[in-house]
């Protein structure tokens, strides 16, 4: 899981930290903090089997701070979770390479930029998670080999079987990962 977190996300941030280091030290400042944070958190959560579903979104919320100081207005985010599932076990780092994407190849070819919508319901006994953004039509093909995607889908797949599933709805403007996952209380939280 560690290896996932995207060398790209690391290189393109410390670059936006130099390029900020001459004529923005405050927003360079912040950056270093965020991303000590990001890696602090996304190491500390990996190590477990399951997390509460509320740090999960708490990393992802620091991941897109990061992102936010890159993309500046471009980069919009909205995080839709009902209280009834801030305690509920996932897998550490699902929603890190969804939201990941989302910004990556949805929002970051949108010259206006866009809004990645994460959205967490109950539904009976089943969590669902939803990550969607909006998409350029006329985006380059992506070079991705869609690693994030396959892995999110496998850790589902080993950990859960056909109690869960992961479905991608697709078109030339909009991109959506759905989730359901069986409702476990987290066994411990990272705080």
């Known amino acids: 899981l560690r290896a996932q977190l995207d060398p790209h996300f690391l290189f393109n941030s410390l670059n936006s930290v130099a ?13 270093c903090f965020l991303m000590a944070q990001f890696f602090r ?15 999960e979104v708490s990393l992802a919320e620091t991941f897109l701070a990061i992102e936010r ?17 801030k305690a509920v076990a996932v897998p550490p780092l699902i929603l890190q390479p969804l939201v990941e994407n989302a910004v990556h190849h949805g929002v970051a070819h949108l ?10 319901r109950r539904r009976e006994a089943f969590l669902e998670l939803v990550v969607e953004n909006p998409c350029d039509p ?11 995607l396959v892995n999110v889908r496998s850790r589902v797949e080993t950990l ?4 869960a599933s992961v479905d ?10 759905s989730i359901l996952l069986p409702v476990a209380p987290a066994a411990a939280t990272a705080g």
């Open 160 to 163: 859960c079987g056909n109690r």
């Open 111 to 120: 010259l206006e930029g866009g809004e990645v919508k994460v959205t967490a």
């Open 168 to 177: 991608v709805d697709a078109t030339e403007t909009y991109f959506r990962v």
């Open 69 to 85: 100081v890159r993309f500046g207005e471009r980069l919009r985010a909205s995080f839709d979770m009902s209280e009834d599932v």
């Open 19 to 31: 390029a900020l280091i001459g004529n923005d030290t405050a927003a360079a400042r912040q950056m």
């Open 138 to 148: 006329d985006r380059p093909p992506s070079r991705s080999t869609g690693v994030g």
């Open 41 to 55: 958190k996304s190491l500390s959560l990996g190590r477990q089997q399951s997390i509460a579903l509320a740090d």
